[in-house]
């Protein structure tokens, strides 16, 4: 069984190399980490387990189906992280019916049916978010992708040291499109969950980030706001 948060949508991916595409998302419950500025907490945090619903492959396809009225999409899988689901029988099904799959993840645990993806977003933390990076567990993430899963890197940016961080990583990596994603400085909690963010401050990070990208001539990298963010703020279900 997957233990699932929220399927929601259709909307439209607002993060990475595919922002803008219609999508529906279904968020998975339950990580192995704990970012400091997570923007997603209900699907992380053990003591929100209750809200999360045990459902097989066939009910989230049924669930899917439903939102899409039966037309094949975009499917994103998120979480909490997705790669300690059991995803391969959702994959499989719902190829058959002619959907299309990608995933985020942060590159901590690699699954056999990462090969099984049309799409692989791998978005390891840089120092800001208080998580320690594993160089190994991302090679495996890489190589349980295979040949067929296009594999893109989104990078999450909230000061200087992430900056030149993200820098030195991605040097590693220049056959993976490249994301950089300022950090919402205000993300809603579960605690707080009608938030709202500070659009001008995020819009100042995006200048930072767009000035320094274009002054270093990093022009391999490519800056993208979380879209969902400016346009729905911090809701939850868009
Ligand atoms: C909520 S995570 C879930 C998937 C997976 N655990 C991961 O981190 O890739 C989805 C994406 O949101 C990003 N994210 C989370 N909080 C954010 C924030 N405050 N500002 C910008 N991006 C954020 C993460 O870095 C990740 O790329
Ligand atoms: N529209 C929209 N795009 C997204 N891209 C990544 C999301 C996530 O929470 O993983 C997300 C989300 O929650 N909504
Ligand atoms: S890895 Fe993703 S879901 Fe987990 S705490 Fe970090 S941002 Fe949140
Ligand atoms: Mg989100």
């Given at each position: 069984?997957?233990?699932?948060?929220?399927?929601?949508?259709?909307?439209?991916?607002?993060?990475?190399?595919?922002?803008?595409?219609?999508?529906?998302?279904?968020?998975?419950?339950?990580?192995?980490?704990?970012?400091?500025?997570?923007d997603?907490?209900?699907a992380?945090?053990?003591?929100?387990?209750?809200?999360?619903?045990?459902?097989?492959?066939?009910?989230?396809?049924?669930?899917?189906?439903?939102?899409?009225?039966?037309?094949?999409?975009?499917?994103?899988?998120?979480?909490?992280?997705?790669?300690?689901?059991?995803?391969?029988?959702?994959?499989?099904?719902?190829?058959?019916?002619?959907?299309?799959?990608?995933?985020?993840?942060?590159?901590?645990?690699a699954?056999?049916?990462?090969?099984?993806l049309?799409?692989?977003?791998?978005?390891?933390?840089?120092?800001?978010?208080?998580?320690?990076?594993?160089?190994?567990?991302f090679?495996?993430?890489?190589?349980?992708?295979?040949?067929?899963?296009?594999?893109?890197?989104?990078?999450?940016?909230?000061?200087?040291?992430?900056?030149?961080?993200?820098?030195?990583?991605?040097?590693?990596?220049p056959?993976?499109?490249?994301?950089?994603?300022?950090?919402?400085?205000?993300?809603?909690?579960?605690?707080?969950?009608?938030?709202?963010?500070?659009?001008?401050?995020?819009?100042?990070?995006l200048?930072?980030?767009?000035?320094?990208?274009?002054a270093?001539?990093?022009?391999?990298?490519?800056?993208?706001?979380?879209?969902?963010?400016?346009?729905?703020n911090?809701?939850?279900?868009?």
């Open positions: 069984m997957i233990a699932i948060s929220e399927i929601f949508g259709p909307t439209i991916q607002g993060e990475g190399a595919l922002t803008g595409v219609p999508t529906v998302f279904v968020r998975t419950g339950g990580c192995d980490f704990r970012c400091s500025w997570c997603t907490l209900y992380v945090e053990p003591r929100f387990r209750a809200d999360w619903t045990p459902m097989s492959a066939g009910a989230v396809l049924a669930e899917v189906e439903r939102l899409s009225g039966g037309r094949p999409l975009l499917i994103t899988l998120s979480g909490g992280n997705p790669a300690l689901q059991p995803l391969g029988d959702l994959l499989q099904l719902g190829h058959d019916k002619g959907y299309t799959f990608a995933i985020e993840t942060q590159g901590s645990k699954q056999k049916w990462f090969g099984q049309d799409h692989l977003t791998l978005s390891p933390k840089p120092p800001s978010s208080g998580m320690a990076f594993s160089q190994s567990r090679g495996e993430c890489l190589a349980a992708a295979g040949e067929h899963t296009r594999v893109t890197l989104k990078l999450v940016i909230a000061d200087e040291t992430d900056y030149r961080w993200a820098r030195e990583f991605a040097a590693q990596y056959q993976l499109p490249l994301t950089l994603q300022p950090c919402n400085p205000v993300p809603a909690t579960p605690d707080e969950p009608e938030r709202e963010t500070d659009l001008d401050a995020l819009n100042a990070r200048r930072w980030l767009v000035d320094k990208v274009t270093d001539g990093w022009f391999e990298a490519r800056v993208l706001p979380q879209l969902h963010v400016i346009i729905w911090n809701e939850r279900g868009v």
